[in-house]
């Protein structure tokens, strides 16, 4: 399949009237995946390589995702036949807190459609190397916070004890005032030595796993294997 209509497969166009007088302007996004049409997924830990912007040529549309090209190195392959040490791979995002291309590693789900290859969208989370050699998450992989003066409700697997290697700095306590050091990070995963802000707590690989598939319709439907127990 050509870029072009791997591009125009993932993408959904919607056309939204500006007025009688002018032209219908098509917004473009990516479509998730329905599990009739999916094509192959690979699950791994990447380790960044490079991230550069996509150009999509429209005329009279608004590209509502933020288009990147993605290579990452294989860190640690979960599932899959691996189609090489390295992946390049397309990633749509929109309004994300942390965007695919500032973590060093992240565990990806990519689809492959063809020789063409695509991140499933917004599957994917920043984790870091552990001393048993493999990786986790700092911190719970999904939560909901109403307001700032809420703790943060934690969902998802359970928060375990981690030992990060090398340990995880998430921050310079001496830029805070008092109570941002004791309001900035939640103490269930952070804890303050010093002037290091640390991560101790967070979810495994193993966990995150299926964890993502049992609540991705595309991922439970083609990745029952990965999905592990009922919860």
């Not at 899959?80 to 992240?106: C, K, N, Q, W």
């Not at 928060?159 to 998430?170: K, Y």
């Not at 796993?209 to 439970?220: C, F, H, K, W």
Request: hydrophobic share 40%.
């Amino acid at each position: 399949m050509s870029r072009p209509r791997f591009l125009a497969a993932l993408l959904l166009s919607v056309l939204a009237p500006l007025s009688a007088a002018q032209d219908e302007m098509r917004i473009l996004m990516q479509r998730s995946s329905e599990p009739p049409d999916a094509g192959e997924f690979f699950v791994f830990v990447g380790e960044y390589v490079d991230y550069q912007p996509l150009k999509i040529d429209c005329d009279n549309c608004w590209v509502f995702d933020t288009w990147h090209t993605a290579r990452y190195r294989v860190a640690e392959w979960i599932h899959g036949v691996p189609p090489g040490p390295e992946l390049t791979f397309d990633v749509a995002e929109h309004s994300v807190i942390v965007p695919f291309g500032h973590s060093r590693y992240a565990l990806a789900f990519v689809e492959r459609h063809g020789d063409e290859l695509a991140l499933v969208k917004y599957q994917q989370v920043p984790v870091y190397p552990t001393a048993d050699g493999s990786f986790a998450s700092c911190g719970p992989l999904w939560g909901d916070r109403d307001s700032t003066t809420q703790p943060q409700e934690i969902n998802g697997p359970a928060l375990r004890d981690i030992e990060f290697s090398p340990q995880l700095v998430v921050d310079d306590a001496g830029r805070l005032s008092e109570y941002g050091r004791n309001n900035a990070y939640d103490p269930r995963w952070h804890e303050v030595i010093g002037n290091e802000v640390l991560c101790r707590r967070g979810v495994p690989v193993a966990e995150l796993v299926p964890a993502i598939v049992r609540e991705t319709d595309v991922l439970s439907a083609a990745l029952p294997e990965l999905a592990g127990p009922d919860q």
